[in-house]
């Protein structure tokens, strides 16, 4: 039985979050705009507070505190500078967003506001979701333990994902990363997928959804914020498609998140950075937005016990195909589990998936295939190595069979280690069918 006093406590601690709360709605006013961010006065909130701009027309105007500055808040709108006036109110509607979630969102594609873009109505939605996520402590979460199957060969083989794991395609304009992305969210064996496309023109938004989503559309979720997006717009994009996947992990179901790109969200926060008057670093990008890129990708993985998982794939656009002196690619490398490198001479060798097997790499695979898997993987990757290394001497006909007894195996194997990383986009490869792929390339050794 619960004591007086007990009950008085708690209907105490119930009541004491209204009374301290202000009842009554304070403005502020817009004093000046400096690039993309207004300066307001005579309002207090904390950073990533959320605000509302009075520009007289029917509905207010988003925006979201980045920044503190002699006495005033920094804004940034939601959706640009266009119609704010010297002197519009300003309040504040939440102190942290929340969007809604639910079952509606399935076969939906948002804008990074949650507004519908394909035309039908505002999905019915009920279980509010921090946009910034939940932290997990990391002695709860569930390990890397289970297989991840994408249904693509070469990474099935040679690059084996876990089911949790975080995963970065690293490629340079025009090798077909969007293809790639494509065949896994339509392969993969996940109960939904979300997918993210962070400043991408508006012209290919229309055309993944359409040619390359195909069958995965129905348990599918698109964010779409493309490029003509505000900076802030590009960053809650993909905080929503993050917050999207962090609701159905919490509901018990497996995730594939596919952010595409990284790069572009790094651009973002540039630009935020940049304009509340942080100092750039290397390539321009402040050293915030290499913190803000790893507390992003650590918003995936998978949950704790009773929970489901989110296995995210993140797509990093390299410079020239540069893939050492790149910071936001560096930066990846050492906050992901593992990356998939696409080649540009594959690519025009039309060799698709045009994945650089020797460059590639899964950091969990060790503990999630067999030790025979391993040992195929491995060979594998020393004779296609040697392959590439030598392809120029071999095309100019300079090299003498004998001299080289790993590339004379290479060149003899050729054909069936072509035939694992070599798939039509629109078959699927799964897991048991790679691995007999794979023993194949060896099968005159085992025998």
Known sequence: MISTERIREMAGARLRPALVRDPVLRFGRIVRSNGEVLHAS???????????????????????????????????????????TRGARVHVQSDSPSPLMGEGLLDRVLDARGQPLDGRPAPELTHPWPLLGQSINPMARARITRVFDVGVSAINALATMGRGMRIGLFAGSGVGKTTLLGMMAQHAEADVVVVGMIGERGREIREFIEDHLGTARARSVVVASAADDTALGRVHGAYRAAAIAEYWRAQGRHVLLVVDSLTRLAMALREIGLAVGEPPATKGYPPSVFGALAAYVERAGNGTDGQGSITAIYTVLVEGDDHVSDPVADTARSVLDGHIVLSRSLSEAALYPPIDVSASLSRPMSSLVSKAHQRFAARFRTLWARRQEKQDIIDLGAYAPGRDPILDEAIRRAALMERVVRQNAHEPVNLLQSLALLEAVFAEVTT
């Open 42 to 84: 005579g309002i207090r909130a904390p950073i990533g507070a959320r605000c509302l701009v009075d520009t007289g027309e029917k509905e207010a105007r988003p925006a979201e505190v980045v920044g503190f500055q002699a006495g005033m808040l920094l804004i940034m709108p939601e959706q640009g500078m266009r119609g704010i």
